[in-house]
C-alpha cells in the first residue's frame, strides 16, 4: 500500500541550529502539504504546494523556516536557527488533487529542541 | 480565515454509540472531513461532507448542516480500539487547505 514517507522519524537538536525534514509523497498525488502539531492539538497548516507552485504558505514564519518541492515530487521543510516554541510534530500530507478531502499522512518527524 | 469548535473531550461505553460535534466559522465552504489519530500515529481519513445530510461507512456516519455551520461524527458499536482523538477538518474555497479543529479525545472505557 502506497504511503507518505518522513524522515527523520524523531529529531534532538540544539536552539539556534539547523534542522531539515524529507517528505516523499504518494507516486501520482501533486498536492503536498506540511502541517505542524503540538501535542493535544489539530495540526496547523505551514505551507501547501500544487506540483512544485507553492499555493499558501501564508502561516509559515518565513524569518526562520523555509520549504522546497524542487521537481513537484519529494519535499523538504528547513528550520533555521531552531527555538524551543519549535518542538512539535510536523506532518507531510499528500492528496491527488487540491479539491480533494482525503489527505494521506506520514507518520511525522517528532522535533525537539533543547 | 476559518475557525472550527469541538469539545475537547469524550467518554462512552464500549457498545454504544457517541456523537462528536463540529462547528466551523469559514468565509466559503468546500466541505467538511473527519480524520482519526491515534496517540503517536498519523491522522487517517474518516469521510466528508460537501452536502447537507448523512454519509454512512460501516460504523460510522457523518452529518453536516450548511446552514447551521455545523456537523457531527457519529460512531456507532463503540469498540476499545476506537479510542483515539477525531479532528473535523474544513475545506474554505477550492484548493484552499484543509483546516484541522483542535480534536476530541475520546475514551471508550468497558
Known amino acids: 500500500e502506497a504511503e507518505v514517507a518522513q524522515s527523520p522519524r524523531y529529531k534532538i537538536t540544539e536552539k539556534s541550529q539547523a534542522v531539515a525534514f524529507w517528505c516523499d509523497p504518494i507516486?501520482?498525488?501533486?498536492?503536498l502539504y506540511w502541517y505542524r502539531q503540538i501535542l493535544g492539538q489539530g495540526p496547523e497548516l505551514l505551507v501547501q504546494f500544487q506540483d512544485e507552485s507553492v499555493v499558501d504558505d501564508s502561516q509559515l514564519p518565513k524569518d526562520r523556516f523555509s520549504a522546497e518541492r524542487l521537481k513537484g515530487v519529494d519535499s523538504t521543510l528547513k528550520i533555521q536557527p531552531a527555538e524551543l516554541g519549535d518542538s512539535a510534530m510536523y506532518l507531510c500530507?499528500?492528496?491527488?488533487?487540491?479539491?480533494?478531502?482525503?489527505?494521506?499522512f506520514g507518520q511525522g518527524t517528532r522535533l525537539t529542541v533543547v | 480565515g476559518q475557525s472550527l469548535e469541538q469539545p475537547s473531550e469524550v467518554t462512552a461505553v464500549e457498545g454504544a454509540i457517541v456523537q462528536i460535534n463540529c462547528t466551523y466559522q469559514?468565509?466559503?465552504?468546500?466541505?467538511l472531513s473527519w480524520y482519526q489519530q491515534h496517540d503517536g500515529g498519523a491522522p487517517t481519513f474518516l469521510s466528508y461532507n460537501a452536502l447537507d445530510g448523512l454519509e454512512e461507512t460501516g460504523r460510522f456516519s457523518s452529518f453536516l448542516s450548511r446552514s447551521d455551520s455545523y456537523g457531527y461524527l457519529l460512531l456507532q458499536e463503540l469498540q476499545m480500539k476506537d479510542s483515539a482523538s477525531y479532528f473535523c477538518a474544513v475545506r474554505g474555497l477550492r484548493n484552499t487547505p484543509l483546516v484541522f479543529g483542535k480534536g476530541t479525545r475520546l475514551s471508550v472505557i468497558a
Open positions: 507516486s501520482g498525488h501533486a498536492t
Open positions: 469559514t468565509s466559503g465552504f468546500y466541505g
Open positions: 500530507a499528500s492528496s491527488l488533487e487540491g479539491t480533494g478531502f482525503e489527505a494521506f
